[in-house]
C-alpha cells in the first residue's frame, strides 16, 4: 500500500567546513586563495594596475603635451598641490605661482614659491590637443590650470623647460609595454624551442641545448650594442620600439627555454602522455592540449619573474643612447636627463624616472613571488 505522506527533496548541506571546499575547489581557486595570502603580492598587484592605467590614459591623464616646452621655465622646481592650510581644506587644491630670479654666484635662473600668487587647479580641463591612442582627437585633460597659457610643474621641469609629470606618463606606456610585449615574443620561442628540445631528445636536444649555452655565454653589452648597432638612425619611434623588443626578445627566450626542456623531460613519461599516445593523439595535440597546460601556473610565475628584466634591459639601452632615442619618450630616455651630476644637484627631480623603474620592477617582483607561491602544487 503506497504511502500518501509528500516525500521531502533532500536538503543540501549548508555547513561546507573549509577543508572539505579545499578537496572540491579547481586548480585556480586554490591558486586565488593562496595568492591572497601574500599581502606584498596583492600590493604590487595594485601598483601595476595603477601602471597600466596610466599606460593606457596617459594622454588623458598627462596635464600638457610632453613636447611642449618653455625654456624660461628651465629646471623650475616642483609646485606641489595644497589641500590643507591655516583657512583649512581646500578642494579643488592649489599651487604657488613660480616666482623666478637670477643666482648673483652662478648667474642661473632660480625659481622660488610666490606664496602671495595662489592658482587653483581645475579638473577636466580644455588643454593642449592630442590624439588619443593615434586615433581620437581630444583636448580634455584630468586636471590643470583654467588658462593654458600658464603652466603648473607637479613634478618639476626638465632643462628645456617641458613638464616632467607628462613626459614620465608619456614614457610609462613604452616602457611597461616593452615588457609584455618582449616576453610574449620570448615566450612563444621558449615554449616551441624547449619543447621540441625536451619532447624530442637526442641530436635535436643536443644541438638546440648548444645553440642555448652559446647564446647565454655572450656578453650582454657588446651582444646589445652589435644588434642596436643595425637598427638604423632615422627609422622612426614605433619602428625602433619594435626593433629593440625583437632584440630583447632573442636574448631572453634561453631562460624559458631551459625551463620548459626541463618539465617536458620528466612529463614525457607520465601516464597521461602515455595515454594520449596510445588513443592516438598527434605529438602536436600532446605538446598543446597536454602537457603545456599541465605546468601553465609555473609558466606565469616565470613571465611575472621576467617581464622587471625586460624593462630594465629597456631602460639600460635608451639610458646609454642604444635603445629609444628622442623624440620616442620611455623611462630611459628620460634618464638620459639625469647624466650629468651637476644638472642632479640642480634637479633632483630628473631622477623621477629612475623611482618609476624601481616601483614597478618591486612590483613585479612581490607579484611573481606570490604567483609562485601560489601556483606551487605542494604548498599546504
Request: glycine share 8%.
Given at each position: 500500500?503506497e504511502s ?26 586554490l591558486?586565488?586563495?593562496?595568492f591572497?595570502?601574500h599581502?606584498m ?31 624660461k ?6 609646485q606641489?598641490?595644497i ?7 581646500h ?12 643666482d648673483?654666484?652662478t648667474?642661473?635662473m632660480?625659481?622660488d ?5 595662489k592658482?587653483?587647479?581645475?579638473f577636466?580641463?580644455?588643454g593642449d590637443?592630442?590624439k ?7 583636448d580634455?585633460h584630468?586636471f ?13 621641469a626638465?632643462r628645456?623647460g ?17 615588457g ?15 619543447g ?13 641545448q648548444?645553440?642555448?649555452e ?6 650582454t653589452?657588446p651582444l646589445?650594442l652589435?644588434?642596436?648597432a ?6 622612426p ?10 632584440i630583447?626578445s632573442?636574448i ?20 597521461f ?7 592516438g ?6 605538446i ?6 599541465s ?14 628584466g625586460m624593462i ?21 630616455v628620460l ?14 627631480w630628473?631622477?623621477?624616472?629612475g623611482?618609476?623603474?624601481i616601483?614597478?620592477v ?6 611573481g ?9 605542494y604548498?599546504r
Amino acid at each position: 500500500m503506497e504511502s500518501n505522506t509528500p516525500q521531502t527533496p533532500p536538503v543540501e548541506r549548508q555547513d561546507i567546513t573549509a577543508e572539505e571546499k579545499i578537496y572540491v575547489a579547481s586548480q585556480w581557486q586554490l591558486m586565488w586563495w593562496r595568492f591572497r595570502k601574500h599581502k606584498m603580492a596583492i600590493v604590487g598587484g595594485i601598483i601595476l594596475i595603477l601602471f597600466y592605467i596610466v599606460t593606457l590614459f596617459w594622454e588623458f591623464l598627462a596635464p600638457y603635451d610632453p613636447l611642449r616646452y618653455d625654456v624660461k621655465f628651465a629646471f623650475a622646481k616642483p609646485q606641489l598641490p595644497i589641500f590643507i592650510d591655516r583657512q583649512g581644506f581646500h578642494f579643488p587644491p592649489y599651487v604657488y605661482a613660480l616666482k623666478p630670479r637670477r643666482d648673483p654666484e652662478t648667474l642661473a635662473m632660480v625659481f622660488d614659491l610666490d606664496k602671495e600668487k595662489k592658482l587653483p587647479l581645475r579638473f577636466l580641463v580644455h588643454g593642449d590637443k592630442y590624439k588619443f591612442w593615434g586615433i581620437w582627437e581630444s583636448d580634455l585633460h584630468l586636471f590643470g590650470l583654467e588658462n593654458n597659457e600658464q603652466v603648473v610643474f607637479i613634478t618639476g621641469a626638465d632643462r628645456l623647460g617641458r613638464d616632467q609629470l607628462s613626459r614620465l606618463a608619456a614614457g610609462t606606456r613604452i616602457s611597461t609595454t616593452i615588457g609584455l610585449v618582449g616576453v610574449g615574443i620570448s615566450l612563444i620561442l621558449g615554449i616551441l624551442i624547449g619543447g621540441v628540445s625536451g619532447f624530442y631528445g637526442g641530436s635535436l636536444d643536443l644541438t638546440i641545448q648548444r645553440v642555448i649555452e652559446f647564446l647565454r655565454s655572450m656578453p650582454t653589452i657588446p651582444l646589445w650594442l652589435a644588434l642596436s648597432a643595425a637598427v638604423p638612425d632615422d627609422w622612426p619611434p614605433v619602428r625602433v620600439y619594435f626593433a629593440i623588443t625583437v632584440i630583447l626578445s632573442l636574448i631572453g627566450w634561453t631562460g624559458m627555454a631551459r625551463t620548459v626542456r626541463g618539465k617536458f623531460l620528466s612529463l614525457r613519461e607520465e601516464d597521461f602522455v602515455m595515454a594520449a599516445r596510445l588513443v592516438g593523439s598527434s605529438e602536436g595535440r600532446i605538446i598543446v592540449r597536454h602537457m603545456v597546460p599541465s605546468f601553465l601556473s609555473h609558466i606565469i610565475a616565470s613571465v611575472t619573474m621576467a617581464i622587471p628584466g625586460m624593462i630594465l634591459s629597456e631602460t639600460s639601452l635608451s639610458f646609454l643612447g642604444l635603445g629609444m632615442r628622442p623624440p620616442a619618450i620611455s623611462w630611459g630616455v628620460l634618464l638620459q636627463e639625469a647624466q650629468n651630476v651637476q644638472t642632479v644637484a640642480m634637479a633632483p627631480w630628473l631622477m623621477l624616472p629612475g623611482a618609476a623603474v624601481i616601483i614597478s620592477v618591486l612590483a613585479y617582483n612581490f607579484l611573481g613571488d606570490g604567483v609562485r607561491d601560489a601556483a606551487d602544487p605542494y604548498a599546504r
